[in-house]
Each structure stands twice: as structure tokens, then as C-alpha cells.
């Protein structure tokens, strides 16, 4: 157990958790970890095919990276360039281990770019600045043009927290302000205004966006974890959590996985109260007071003491100011099965630009890659794309210290579990354990396209 101050945790809460890893010990004696370590080991020889072709992929984060190593792999004759300003390379899915302090080192989750590339691409370090799809041309911010045969689409999202007035993301880390999205350092942060606000209590606000966001759990973890760290402290009973949707009734779009969500928090000794139809528009900090917009159209005051802000998330700019490549929401116009654009049959999206119903998550790319490289190899060749994505998406949903539920399901919102003998929607140490030990190495051999 992870200990920040010198309150002991209940004999209650230890006692379940030796008696999960128990459990859980003896679940992988027969399944558990074959099947967890089943990913690291990954497919040792992808079919190679002959076709040269001039293949730019945009974003070097984990879905361009998992498309540029597989492609390097199977397609050794094509001519591959990546473009991408960033150096360092972040697994994001560490930040809420970071924000709620069951990680403490920021490095955990930094890596190099340059060392998950793979060796046969030129690298044009920059930014794309503009998208000319009819001319088959990317120009960077400094004006490079670059041409291709096909393009691949991997610029991950952009976070808007401009659009909350008030609040910079200078704000964040500071008085009472978290946020898990937006960096390792401001994770960090978020646990240091969080350890402070727990050793207290008070009041917490924790928010969701209003449009499609990167994993959609987050905020819900964050709710949980901050719960069970007041509970570790003892000043859960003089605290209280309110929690703000933008949805009528759900906090998750799943909606066994909502009801499962909403159930815990109400029968909690001390509830979590959902606030329904609430958008965070804007926070005085000076005061730390927060606005919520109501349907019609007024504010609702809040004072905080702890604030956990998630940000509006658009496409980036790049991608908005090309009509012709989104659609009516704003992101990546792609046909949600083959990932292949709607318009340009020549690109095709990866990762959490694409406007797909579900899936802005690290589980979501590892399902999707090689449907994304697949289909544009078919395309090579002169075929229709094949491959479908089904909508995949994993969230192992941190409910408390030592457990958590692994939640996957697709695009019709059915669970689509992965481990025989787990259930879902039961939360246990196999699901936390795999969070917290697996899923980065996990990732790192998707990213290198060994999965």
C-alpha cells in the first residue's frame, strides 16, 4: 500500500486487498497471467508484402508509432516519413496512477521518441500546418512541403481549456486545481492538491467534458481514488464529492457500466452526488468558486476546495481548418469499420483524432493498427479494404487502492471481455494489477508493432 501521511489505512481495507491479491494469486495459476502477458509476446513475424509506396503518417504518438513500425515491417519497399515537433513520447495512461498517487516518479511515464521509431523512416521533426488532401501535400509549420501517395492520420487530440473561462493551464497543480490530461508534471500536481486536500477534506468538484475526450474514465477513477484516499485519511465522513455531468443521465456511455458506476457512489457510506446536465464554463480561483452552465443557459455557483477539471477536447488545429477532412462533430471524417477517410481514399485515420463513436484510448490502438495498416496495404494493392474495426475500447476502471474492474466493450456497447473467469463489472486485484505492473510494457510493444 502506497502511504502519504501518517494515518494508517482501516484493518478493513488491507485485509480485502491480501485477500484479493490471494485470490488473485491463485486465478493466475491457471489463466491470469498467461493471458495478461499474452500481449507482450506478440506477433514475431507480420506477412511482408513487395509494393513501394510514399507513406506519410502525422503524430508520433502511440497510434502513429504502432502504424509506422508495422508498416516498416510489412511493407520493407515503401518510403516511410513520419512528422512530429515532439521529442519526448508520454504514456498518458500513467497520468491518473501519477494523480492519485500510486506512481510518484514522473520519468515512469517519459520515454524518447527517437528510441520507438523504427530505423528505415525519416523523421521530419516539425508539426503539419496545413492539409492540401486534393494535391496529396502536407506543409509543415515552417513551410515544408511534403508530398505522399497515401496518408495516415495520427495527431491525437487537442485539450481546451481556454474555452473555460478563467482558467489557464498555468492554474493547474495549484490551489486546489487538478487535471489528470494534461502533462506528467501537472499529474504530479494534481496528487500534491489532492494528498493536501485529503489530509483535510472540504469540498471536491470533479468535472467531465461536454465532447467526445480521451479515456473516458479518467475522471471517473479520479472520483473513486479521491474518495477511498479521504477514506484512508479519516476525513471522508467530513468531506463531500460532488460530481458533474454534461449527460442527462450517465456519467459513462456504456450503460451497464453507467448503472454499475452510479450504484457504487450512491451506496457508498458517504455518496457521491451526480449533478446532471452541468458543464464546467468557468472558475474564479482567486475565490475558488466554479460555474456550471445549466440547460437553460444559466450558472450554478460552486465553491471548492479540490477542483478536478476536464477539459473540452477538440481535433487539432491543423485538421479543423481543413473542411474537407472532418465531419459535422469536428474530428477525422473516417468510416468507423475499415478507418479508411470518407472522402480521401487514400487516408486513412489512427488513434484519437478519428470520428468514431467509441474509442479515444491506448486499448482502442492496439485493436485498431493493424486494421489500419492491413486495409491501407489492401488499398496498395488495388482491393477494397477487408479488415473491420469493431469498436474496441478497455478501461480498467480503479474503483479503490488494489481494485479495479476491466471494463472493454465496442461499438454497440456490448462488453466484450477478454479474460476468462473476471467479470467485468466485479471490481478485483487482477484488473488493478494490470494497470499498475502490465499495460505499460503492454503498450510499449504496441507502439514498436510487436502486438
Known amino acids: 500500500m502506497h502511504s502519504h501521511d501518517n494515518t494508517p489505512t482501516p484493518p478493513s481495507t488491507s485485509d480485502k486487498l491480501v485477500m484479493n491479491r490471494r485470490h488473485f494469486l491463485g486465478l493466475t495459476a491457471t489463466t491470469g497471467v498467461a493471458l495478461a502477458t499474452s500481449t507482450l509476446t506478440g506477433c514475431s513475424s507480420l506477412p511482408s508484402y513487395q509494393e513501394s509506396a510514399n507513406i506519410v503518417i502525422i503524430g508520433s504518438g502511440l497510434a502513429g508509432l504502432a502504424v509506422a513500425n508495422r508498416l516498416s515491417k510489412q511493407l520493407p519497399n515503401a ?199 452541468r458543464v464546467l464554463t468557468k472558475v474564479d480561483t482567486a475565490n475558488k468558486l466554479a460555474y456550471f452552465s445549466k440547460p437553460d443557459g444559466s450558472l450554478q455557483e460552486e465553491k471548492y476546495d479540490f477542483l478536478h477539471v476536464v477539459p473540452p477536447m477538440f481535433a487539432v488545429d491543423s485538421i479543423l481548418k481543413t473542411p474537407s477532412l472532418i465531419n459535422e462533430k469536428g474530428w477525422l471524417d473516417v468510416d468507423k469499420y475499415t478507418l479508411r477517410h470518407n472522402r480521401y481514399p487514400n487516408i486513412f485515420g489512427a488513434g484519437d483524432i478519428n470520428g468514431t463513436p467509441k474509442g479515444k484510448t491506448a486499448a482502442t490502438v492496439k485493436k485498431s493498427a493493424p486494421v489500419v495498416v492491413n486495409n491501407l496495404i489492401e488499398v496498395i494493392q488495388g482491393k477494397e479494404p477487408t479488415n473491420s474495426f469493431d469498436g474496441y475500447t478497455s478501461c480498467p476502471l480503479l474503483v479503490k487502492e488494489g481494485q479495479a474492474m476491466l471494463v472493454e466493450f465496442d461499438y454497440e456497447n456490448n462488453l466484450t471481455p477478454s479474460v476468462p473467469l473476471i467479470d467485468p463489472l466485479q471490481a478485483g486485484y487482477f484488473a488493478w494489477f494490470l494497470e499498475d505492473m502490465m499495460l505499460q510494457p503492454a503498450y510499449m510493444a504496441v507502439a514498436k508493432g510487436q502486438v
Open 79 to 277: 518510403k516511410l516519413t513520419i512528422i512530429d515537433e515532439k521529442k519526448a513520447h508520454n504514456y498518458q495512461p500513467g497520468y491518473t496512477l501519477l494523480a492519485t498517487g500510486v506512481w510518484d516518479d514522473t520519468n515512469k511515464v517519459i520515454s524518447n521518441n527517437a528510441d520507438l521509431m523504427p530505423d528505415n523512416i525519416e523523421w521530419i521533426e516539425e508539426f503539419a500546418g496545413e492539409f492540401k488532401p486534393e494535391n496529396n501535400q502536407v506543409i509543415t509549420e515552417s513551410g515544408k512541403t511534403v508530398s505522399y501517395d497515401y496518408l495516415v492520420i495520427a495527431t491525437g487530440l487537442r485539450l481546451g481549456y481556454e474555452k473555460i473561462e478563467g482558467l489557464t493551464v498555468d492554474d493547474l497543480g495549484k490551489n486546489g486545481i487538478g487535471s489528470v490530461y494534461a502533462s506528467p508534471d501537472i499529474a504530479k500536481q494534481t496528487w500534491q492538491q489532492m494528498d493536501a486536500f485529503r489530509k483535510t477534506g472540504g469540498k471536491a468538484l470533479m468535472t467531465l467534458a461536454n465532447t467526445d475526450m480521451k479515456c473516458a474514465g479518467a475522471p471517473l477513477k479520479m472520483t473513486f481514488l479521491l474518495h477511498d484516499r479521504l477514506t484512508q485519511s479519516g476525513t471522508r465522513a467530513n468531506s463531500d464529492i460532488q460530481f458533474f455531468s454534461p449527460k442527462e443521465t450517465s456519467v459513462f456511455s456504456v450503460p451497464v457500466v453507467n448503472e454499475n458506476v452510479l450504484k457504487r457512489w450512491a451506496e457508498f457510506e458517504h455518496p457521491i452526488n451526480v449533478n446532471f446536465e
